[in-house]
């Protein structure tokens, strides 16, 4: 049974499997008794029968230089212990000659007399029979040797003594079973009563608590009290991350769109027709920011989402810095910026998540060609770092950001120059990308005389 399928059971699955192994166990132990029961009807009465084999040999004597019986009662009474079998003997002197008896008795193949009694099974008149054969050595004068009594008896007491025995043990087997299994359910939710307690306490637990459940001393249980400890913690941070952005974004949107409704407002009431365009452009300007903002809020959301949700594939990376850079030539075609890539690795894959990748360089060169002169140069490169990993490289011969502001940048809403047009969440959506793949970001001096963006990202999986 999959655990994913629906009305699984973890007390249902352990109370099942431990029964079927109790199963296993009352197997084995039934054919342990059954071999019991069986080893101890045939010990009984084969000491019945050598007791009675014995009684026999005991009747036995010499007469005018013959053998001879006298069959003691006592022999008869030891038999009748079993008064629903059929009793056979035979009595054979030192020359193997019948005596008395049964003359046909079935014997053992090459049997040699010792005072020790010798059993064997044998079929006698189409029933199946335990014989003994019991010897004792003649030292007479006239009579001297072996002479031997037979004696064999059917086994229904046998069969019953042994059915008994097996039953009664059967029933005492099946009696411990059961308790174990009422033991076992008891136990069972006893040990899964911490896991009840959980569930009660999260059921009954109000959506603005933030306290962490009580630690356990259950060894086995305080890996999930710690885990859902740390799983409630991470959703309130995130939930205050969400409060802060959407406050700070709220924000920055009701002081452009006051500043746009400003400015409106000054426009309509203007009676000087000679300011009109000026109003217009600046109003146009901070639409554009405006419209950049929300832009910038929406990706930083979606990259802050995806880096919670995101699955990793392996992506080519070239091929992706290839295309945003066309891109982003083919939008500033009719500006005298001069755009160069250089790669120094093949093959260039990576595990990432192309979207949010996507907009983290988009943001890069954005940033460089915002922030850079008219003539600016803007290379971009794509490298091999220390520990195997890879740096994206942006070089640019803007203005640069200090080596004291540079921590200060990658804040959110973030604007190092007075009355900046940008949103100050750029370096910020870059930063959030890096963080999620496990790489890391870094401002430094360019080469061409500007900044340098090195974004730094792992080849293998966070």
């Known amino acids: 049974m999959s655990t994913t399928e629906a009305g699984y059971s973890l007390r249902r699955r352990l109370l099942s499997r431990t029964a079927l192994l109790l199963l296993v166990v009352l197997l ?21 029968l050598s007791s009675a084999s014995l009684s026999v040999m005991e009747g036995l004597f010499v007469r005018n230089g013959r053998v001879d019986l006298d069959l003691p009662y006592a022999a008869l009474e030891m038999m009748q212990l079993a008064p629903d079998d059929k009793v056979f003997y035979q009595v054979q002197d030192p020359q193997g000659q019948w005596i008395t008896g049964y003359d046909d008795l079935p ?9 020790t009694p010798f059993f064997y099974n044998a079929r006698y008149r189409g029933e199946p029979l335990r014989f003994v054969i019991q010897s004792k050595r003649l030292t007479e004068p006239a009579v001297s040797g072996w ?44 040990a899964l009563d911490p896991l009840s307690l959980i569930s009660r306490t999260l059921q009954h637990r109000s959506a603005g608590d933030t306290q962490p459940l009580a630690k356990t001393p259950i060894q086995e249980v305080s890996p999930l009290v710690d885990a859902i400890n740390s799983y409630h913690r991470r959703l309130l941070d995130n939930l205050e991350a969400m409060k802060m952005f959407i406050a700070d974004a709220s924000h920055q949107i009701r002081t452009a769109q006051s500043a746009t409704q400003a400015q409106l407002d000054i426009a309509s009431q203007s009676k000087d027709p000679a300011t009109l365009p000026r109003r217009l452009d600046t109003i146009r300007q901070q639409h554009q920011q405006l419209t950049r903002l929300t832009n910038q809020l929406l990706a930083h ?53 192309s979207v949010s990748l996507r907009e983290a360089v988009r943001n890069l060169l954005d940033n460089a060609v915002r922030y850079g002169p008219d003539d600016n140069h803007i290379d971009l490169h794509l490298t091999t770092a220390e520990n195997r990993s890879l740096d994206i490289i942006v070089d640019d011969r803007g203005p640069g950001i200090p080596a004291h502001l540079r921590r200060q940048a990658l804040q959110r809403f973030s604007r190092l120059a007075a009355g900046g047009s ?3 969440l750029g370096l910020s959506i870059v930063q959030s990308v890096a963080d999620a793949h496990g790489g890391a970001l870094f401002l430094e ?18």
């Not at 802050?304 to 992706?320: C, F, G, K, P």
């Not at 963006?453 to 293998?460: E, H, I, K, Q, Y």
Request: with cysteine; aromatic share 6%; hydrophobic share 45%.
């Open 301 to 353: 959301a979606m990259v802050v989402h995806r880096s919670d949700t995101q699955s990793l594939e392996l992506i080519d990376l070239e091929a992706l810095l290839k295309q945003l850079l066309t891109e982003c030539v083919r939008d500033h075609a009719h500006r005298d910026i001069e755009f160069a890539y250089h790669c120094d690795l093949q093959p260039a894959t990576i595990p990432a998540d």
């Open 28 to 48: 084995v132990l039934s054919l342990g008794a059954w071999h019991y029961a069986r080893q101890a009807a045939d010990y009984s009465y084969d000491r019945l």
């Open 147 to 190: 002479v031997r009594v037979t004696l064999g008896q059917t086994l229904n007491a046998r069969r019953e003594l042994m059915i008994d025995i097996l039953y009664k043990a059967l029933v005492a087997l099946m009696g411990l079973m059961l308790l174990a299994l009422a033991a076992l359910w008891f136990g069972i939710n006893r």
């Open 445 to 462: 001096n360019s080469p061409l005389g500007g900044l340098r963006v090195r974004l730094n990202l792992p080849r293998g999986s966070r």
């Open 107 to 115: 014997q053992p193949e090459g049997f040699q007399p010792s005072e």
């Open 422 to 424: 940008g949103s100050g």
